[in-house]
């Protein structure tokens, strides 16, 4: 990673490059590169990401992304930092609303619930209550799937934020979103 010329505005630790979107209430989301190994140790793959830090994850979440190119090894890591150079698709995230966006317009990877999580959790930041309670009940609506118990946890914390929303308690919602993210810097030791 210390070879790899990422834009000034990012921090690498590791086998990760990122910056922070940040929002007046504290929540945070991760704009990332990372290199991930591939089955020649020679070789690695090389990824772009962005992660909603509030929506509990234990590690980093690749869903919201895609591979650079394809195979890179320590000959190719000139056309690497070119590609990286010239990769702008990570330049209009400046803001949650420039977020919204994005994830509206690029394939998510991951579960459907995941990316309901995201939406949700964001417009409950952004104080957008009607559009978090629409993707809230979308999670929720998982109940009635043949493998609910797969989302217990999203269904759980989407209840509980609907419940915050019913009571007209959004502060007890927005202090349990930071309490997930805390969990989730925490578990990607980026606090």
Same mark, same amino acid.
Not at 69 to 77: A, D, F, P, R, V
Not at 164 to 173: F, P, Q, R, V
């Given at each position: 990673m210390k070879e790899i010329e990422f834009p000034v505005n990012f921090r690498v630790e590791k086998r990760l490059a990122y910056r922070l979107l940040l929002h007046d209430s504290g929540a945070k989301i991760l704009v990332g590169f990372t290199k991930d190994r591939s089955m020649d140790p020679e070789s690695f793959y090389f990824h772009y990401f962005v992660q909603c830090l509030y929506v509990p994850f234990t590690t980093l979440n690749l869903s919201l992304g895609d591979r650079l $190119?394809? @195979?890179?090894? $320590?000959?190719? @890591?000139p056309q690497l930092n070119s590609e990286i150079h010239h990769f702008k698709k990570l +330049?209009? @995230?400046c803001t949650f609303e420039d977020f919204l966006n994005f994830s509206e317009n690029h394939p998510y990877y991951g579960h459907e619930v995941g990316q309901l999580h995201y939406l949700a959790l964001t417009h409950y930041i952004l104080g957008n209550y009607t559009a978090s309670l629409k993707y809230l009940q979308k999670i929720s609506d998982f109940k009635n799937h043949t493998h609910a118990h797969w989302f217990a946890k999203e269904i759980s914390n989407s209840d509980f934020l609907v419940d !915050?929303?019913?009571? !007209? +308690?959004?502060?007890? $919602?927005m202090d349990q979103i930071l309490k997930w993210q805390e969990q989730t810097m925490h578990a990607l030791k980026l606090i």
């Open positions: $190119g394809g @195979l890179w090894t $320590g000959n190719t @890591l +330049d209009s @995230l !915050c929303m019913a009571t !007209c +308690d959004y502060e007890k $919602g």
